[in-house]
């Protein structure tokens, strides 16, 4: 996707380690946003920034951090990774919500 | 209650058929409504984009938004199999920098 690029875009890890996600945009957009995605649940927001160093976060953050050091990279980390936390991660960067979102695509995690 | 309600489907038409997609939001304060295409294993791509109450029409795709009813809906006419992907709609209200999101229905066009 033009302006966006998630890394790993697949990834198998273990129970109890910790894994990050990394999301980079050249676009300069101000808000970015980590959702994941899992059949029956839709869209869930995990964590978002408002710039750099300014986070917050979203319905499901538990287990997860973020970080934003840079206005075009956002991580997210899970700390110990769990089973449930098997899912498609997205990073989503925009302007400001009135205008959209424009996806990156996807990091399918799998904790075994 | 979610404050964007979307039936799930999974939805199968024939090919050339008109399809409805539709959604319902709780929040008055929505101003911004949104449909957006995923594809299996992509991301989601923004298809259509209203400001408020009416219509929009783009090619075979026609978003329409009823504010009295908090009714959002997406038309595909002339339904083809690339058309075959999750649909979800969104919303945002002024000011907002985040988007609802309902959990999207699954449309699968079969030649």
């Known amino acids: 996707d033009a302006g966006i690029t998630q890394s790993p875009r697949h990834k198998v890890t273990e129970t109890g380690t910790p894994v990050t996600l990394r999301c980079h945009q050249t676009?300069?957009?101000?808000?970015m946003y980590w959702y994941r995605q899992d059949p029956g649940h839709g869209l869930r927001l995990i964590h978002y920034?408002?710039?750099?160093?300014?986070?917050d976060k979203g319905e499901v953050s538990d287990g997860y951090s973020v970080s934003r050091s840079k206005t075009e990279d956002f991580l997210l980390t899970l700390e110990s990774a769990t089973s449930s936390q098997t899912s498609v991660y997205f990073c989503?960067?925009?302007?400001?919500?009135?205008?959209?979102?424009?996806f990156g695509s996807g990091t399918r995690l799998t904790v075994v | 209650q979610k404050e964007v309600e979307q039936d799930p489907g999974p939805l199968s038409v024939p090919e050339g058929a008109i399809v409805s997609l539709n959604c319902t939001y709780s929040?008055?304060?929505?101003?911004?409504f949104m449909w957006y295409r995923q594809y299996s294993r992509k991301g989601p791509e923004l298809l259509m984009y209203?400001?408020?109450?009416g219509n929009k029409e783009d090619g075979r795709f026609t978003a329409q938004v009823d504010k009295s009813s908090k009714y959002i809906s997406l038309f595909i006419r002339d339904s083809q199999p690339s058309d075959s992907a999750t649909y979800l709609c969104?919303?945002?209200?002024?000011?907002?920098?985040?988007?609802?999101f309902g959990k999207g229905t699954k449309l699968s066009v079969i030649p």
């Open positions: 989503a960067i925009s302007t400001g919500g009135n205008y959209g979102y424009t």
């Open positions: 676009e300069n957009h101000r808000y």
């Open positions: 920034s408002y710039g750099v160093k300014d986070t």
């Open positions: 929040n008055s304060a929505f101003q911004y």
């Open positions: 209203t400001y408020s109450s």
């Open positions: 969104a919303a945002s209200g002024a000011g907002s920098y985040q988007l609802t």
